[in-house]
């Protein structure tokens, strides 16, 4: 869940840096109708980030639709995450440290044929002031699933910006974040739920009419 301490961090983080000036008519005149999302078990999450990308990645794609017309070929796109680190202790001590996380992502057409696919990463970029004996304090006390949390919301942003062929977040989205737009959004949107696994069709007896599968 995004909370507006969330919102704000993640303002003064973007805002802290080069503004991307990219204009909505500029954009890849496209809007994403799915955001999908897997964590399996060899990336090194705590838990799964699945259900949190999926649902944050809609509400950024949301605000990318909010400045588009109507009517454009409506994409999905599917994060996989690849790899995630948590801040170390020893790490922390001896060189800084910080969590991060990497994930592919794919981008398909109505059609379901691939348009655009790649990597993203997000971190959680420690400063000199966190590293060191408060460093290593700060890695052992952190919550790893809180953290996932984070760490779910910001490769959802990386994730749909990349759909967009943005490097960086544009600065006419940041500003929907900045007026509130974007937690009114969260407010009002259904919490993440998890993905049901899909059900496998079973063999029918014999002169029994097979069972359909699950979709």
């Not at 500029?26 to 799915?34: E, F, G, T, V, Y």
């Amino acid at each position: 869940m995004l909370r507006p301490i969330f919102w704000a961090a993640m303002l003064g983080v973007l805002l802290g840096g080069c503004a991307n000036a990219v204009k909505p008519s500029d954009l890849p005149q496209m809007r994403i109708s799915a955001v999908n999302a897997t964590t399996p078990a060899g990336a090194g999450a705590q838990s799964d980030l699945s259900a949190g990308i999926a649902a944050e990645g809609r509400l950024w794609a949301a605000l990318y639709a909010g400045a588009l017309p109507a009517g454009l070929p409506e994409n999905a796109v599917t994060v996989t995450v690849t790899n995630v680190h948590y801040k170390g202790a020893v790490q922390s001590l001896l060189i800084g440290d910080g969590h991060h996380a990497t994930a592919s992502v794919a981008v398909a057409g109505p059609d379901g044929m691939p348009l655009r696919s790649g990597t993203v990463e997000y971190s959680e970029k420690s400063s000199y002031a966190l590293n060191g004996v408060s460093g290593v304090l700060i890695a052992a006390t952190s919550n790893k699933v809180k953290v996932d949390e984070r760490l779910a919301q910001g490769l959802a942003r990386k994730a749909v910006d990349f759909a967009y062929g943005q490097k960086e977040t544009p600065a006419f989205i940041l500003k929907l974040v900045q007026d509130g737009t974007a937690a009114k959004m969260r407010r009002t949107a259904p919490p993440p739920q998890p993905e049901e696994p899909r059900t496998e069709p079973q063999a029918a007896p014999d002169g029994a009419p097979e069972t359909p599968p699950v979709s």
